[in-house]
């Protein structure tokens, strides 16, 4: 069993719906938590980063994290066709130094 | 703030040849470097982690003597593929990180293909 379990997708969505992403894990020691976007044959881009289970938002996109669910989320509002890329959720434990757990990534397209 | 890049974004090399990508954080010191291959598809694999004059710590399965890492400043790491073979082909991925932060920064990638 992988250590951050992610849905592959892809998720299709229409323009202006939610997309609505997540990702499990298994290692209660994950402290911090990220999402980041990749566009094809690019570097990964920081989205959201957070620290404590509950809400943090920043523009349309919101994330949330539940730590004793084991369980962290990603909300983007009014999606556009630009958010048509995938999603990689990351973690990580104080005792990995500043090393990251990544989940395997959801492919997300936005249908206009 | 905190850019990254790399260089080449691509090259083709020939079998046998060593190729050097460059990492740089453009407007920060990274007291920590990353080092990642991709896949078509798949997710980021950590190959090894640099720390600013100290030798990279390799993940296991990572050949050290194939993959060679410096990190000579606060603002540039190479990794050196040495010998290339066609497997080696991929994607190449840096990130860096400053501080004691947690957040990684990442390159635009350089996808390699070994002819």
């Known amino acids: 069993q992988k250590e951050v379990e992610q849905d592959p997708g892809p998720l299709s969505v229409p323009e202006g719906a939610i997309v609505s992403l997540n990702c499990t894990y298994s290692?209660?020691?994950?402290?911090?938590f990220m999402w980041y976007r990749q566009y094809s044959r690019k570097g990964p881009e920081l989205l959201m980063y957070t620290y404590s289970s509950g809400n943090k938002e920043d523009g349309r996109f919101t994330a949330q994290v539940d730590k004793s669910s084991k369980y962290i989320s990603l909300f983007i509002r009014d999606s556009q066709p630009s958010d048509s890329a995938t999603y990689l959720c990351?973690?990580?434990?104080?005792?990995?130094?500043?090393?990251?757990?990544f989940g395997g990534g959801t492919r997300v397209l936005v249908k206009p | 703030g905190a850019v990254v890049s790399q260089h080449p974004s691509w090259v083709i090399c020939k079998s046998g040849t060593s190729v050097k990508i460059e990492c740089r954080s453009l407007?920060?010191?990274?007291?920590?470097m990353f080092w990642y291959r991709q896949f078509p598809k798949q997710s980021l694999m950590l190959m090894a982690t640099s720390n600013e004059g100290s030798k990279a710590t390799y993940e296991q399965g990572v050949e050290k003597d194939k993959f060679l890492i410096n990190h000579a400043s606060l603002t540039l790491s190479t990794l050196t593929v040495t010998s290339a073979h066609p497997e080696d082909s991929s994607f190449y991925i840096c990130?860096?990180?400053?501080?004691?932060?947690?957040?990684?920064?990442f390159g635009p990638g350089t996808r390699l293909t070994v002819t």
């Open positions: 407007d920060f010191q990274a007291t920590t």
């Open positions: 990130s860096a990180s400053r501080g004691t932060s947690h957040e990684q920064y």
């Open positions: 990351a973690m990580n434990e104080r005792a990995a130094g500043n090393k990251l757990t």
């Open positions: 290692n209660s020691a994950f402290q911090y």
